[in-house]
């Protein structure tokens, strides 16, 4: 073989190679890393801490929607009784959005309560007003008279608190969290309802929440 053909046959071998190699690599993404898992909410995941996770939070809602059902107060009463929502108190090291869990129990009642409770929109009482001024000066029009305040008043406030106490060792962290909710009567300022849950977890290393 030619000394030519020789050098031809590299710049050959080479640029196969080379084209080889791009094709094996392109499209490969995060080839050490781990895939996507889609799980359900209430299921704890290969990702964890000792913290407030997703599974916490349907737990406790859930938990908690059932148990306001089941009062007297609501369960019993001729009218569906009208509740705000009051912010939630988070005393725990862990920075999360705490008024999440009241989100979620208004919407589990909302959805299969059938009726036996209902929740003033007290977020959007700005729009409200600014909508009730737009309908009094006629710039829209209404169906009813504008000048008829319809605003809601509550019978029942809703709020939570979570508090937490926290172990660190050279063993690992232990997190415990107690989840109490209670409802109150906008009259009385009588606690009508009020229950918790509680959780503990241990683990090796420390997670970051945000």
Not at 109 to 123: H, I, M, P
Not at 144 to 156: H, I, K, L, S, T
Request: proline share 4%; net charge neutral.
């Amino acid at each position: 073989m030619t000394t030519n053909a020789v050098f031809a046959r590299a710049g050959l071998l080479a640029g196969l190679a080379l084209l080889a190699g791009c094709a094996t690599t392109e499209g490969v993404k995060n080839p050490s890393g781990v895939p996507v898992t889609e799980m359900r909410p209430d299921e704890r995941g290969f990702v964890a801490g000792t913290g407030i996770e997703a599974q916490d939070l349907v737990t406790v809602t859930d938990r908690m929607a059932r148990s306001i059902l089941g009062i007297p107060q609501i369960a019993r009463a001729q009218t569906p009784p009208s509740v705000v929502l009051e912010p939630v108190v988070n005393n725990t090291r862990f920075p999360i959005n705490k008024d999440i869990f009241l989100t979620r129990i208004r919407t589990q009642l909302n959805s299969k309560a059938a009726g036996q409770v209902s929740f003033l929109d007290r977020e959007m009482m700005k729009t409200l007003q600014r909508e009730r001024e737009l309908k009094r000066t006629g710039q829209v029009t209404a169906s009813a008279d504008p000048n008829v305040v319809e605003f809601g008043g509550a019978d029942y406030f809703l709020t939570g608190k979570l508090d937490g106490m926290t172990t660190r060792t050279t063993a690992g962290t232990s997190d415990y969290v107690l989840y109490s909710f209670r409802l109150t009567d906008a009259r009385t300022s009588r606690i009508v309802w009020e229950d918790s849950a509680e959780i503990k977890k241990q683990g090796l290393e420390d997670a970051a929440y945000r």
